[in-house]
């Protein structure tokens, strides 16, 4: 039987010490209903976060306003004690206010978001951060203010690099003007791929794109999935379908499926064994038309 590990999805490089498996994991499921409050079992949400290290996850991408700062708690408890936790990265954003379940404000004023980059390194107890996406573009203040504040973070160390959340490319090139734009993560998955040119424009630019929302909040999995044939003829199940399908759309794709369950999570990476025939990979991609 092969292996179950992420790194036999491969890699992808942000620098020199800055390598990680091409399969992630997300913690927007490690929170109460709604992205609100804590999750039911904390302990099982770090045991979750644990069990990924085991099986080669070395790249998690979190945010305060997941809870908020519940998921963090929770992944900083689960990386404790990781082993070679020197070689396993986070991607963090900010820029995202809550006032309930499900509700979801802007908030990029400049003071804000340094305030965030600070509380959240003392919430996951690291002494910079590997990667801080601009959770959303702030329409009330300035990009060039945004961007320019994590620009600063990043020369004061505390930040490596930047990224961009939900944003055209367009925005993405306005952005390169005050900083360099390292990763994108935008909602894009198989049944999804709207925002096709911003994964080419990623790629041209060498910068790693972080697809959300990567099953469809699950939609793309279970008994009336669109995947369910295909995913019979290679014997493995819908969701590693999904994800092998966005580990071959481009190599600059870091999939960051969330979730709350150790089988689901262990079903997950079981996809860097996966690997679509063209043909399969076509027929997929037309999901979407
Ligand atoms: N930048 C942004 O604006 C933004 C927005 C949304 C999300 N994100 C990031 O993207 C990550 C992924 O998104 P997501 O977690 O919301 O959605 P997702 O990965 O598309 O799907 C998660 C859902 O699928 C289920 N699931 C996961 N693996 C499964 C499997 N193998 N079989 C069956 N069901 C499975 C989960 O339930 P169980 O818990 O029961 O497994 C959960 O309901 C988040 O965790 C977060 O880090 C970023």
């Known amino acids: 039987m ?3 590990n992420a790194a036999n999805a491969g890699t992808y490089k942000f620098d020199d010490q800055f390598i990680v498996n091409r399969l992630g994991y997300g913690t927007m499921q490690l929170t109460g209903k709604g992205t609100w409050g804590p999750y039911s079992d904390p302990a099982h949400a770090a045991d979750v976060v644990t069990r990924a290290t085991e099986l080669g996850i070395n790249f998690f991408d979190t945010a305060d306003s997941y809870g908020p700062w519940f998921a963090d708690r929770y992944l ?3 990386l404790k004690g990781a082993a070679n936790r020197d070689k396993i990265f986070i991607s963090d954003k900010v820029g995202q206010t809550r006032q309930g379940p499900g509700i979801w404000t802007p908030h990029g004023e400049p003071n804000y978001l340094r305030q965030q980059v600070e509380v959240s390194m003392m919430t996951l107890g690291i002494d910079h951060e590997d990667l801080v996406f601009l959770h959303r573009i702030d329409t009330h203040f300035p990009i060039a203010e945004q961007v320019g504040e994590l620009k600063k973070l990043q020369d004061e160390g505390k930040i490596k690099h930047i990224g961009l959340s939900q944003v055209t490319v367009d925005q993405i090139k306005e952005a390169q003007k005050y900083a360099q734009i390292d990763a ?30 990567p099953l469809d909040t699950g939609k793309l999995v279970g008994n009336d999935s669109p995947l369910s044939s295909i995913a019979k003829k290679y014997g493995v199940s819908e969701a590693q379908i999904a994800l092998a399908w966005l580990l071959k759309r481009s190599p600059n794709i870091l999939p960051i499926p969330g979730t709350s369950s150790i089988e689901h999570l262990e079903d997950n990476v079981a996809a860097a064994n996966v690997t679509l025939s063209d043909a399969d990979f076509e027929q997929l991609s037309n999901l979407a038309k």
Do not use: I
């Not at 994108?184 to 630019?205: C, F, I, P, R, T």
């Open 2 to 4: 092969t292996e179950l």
């Open 76 to 78: 900083a408890d689960g």
């Open 184 to 213: 994108v993560e935008n909602l894009y998955n198989v049944g999804n791929h709207k925002d096709d040119d911003v994964v080419d424009y990623a790629e041209s630019q060498n910068m790693a794109f972080l697809p959300w929302f």
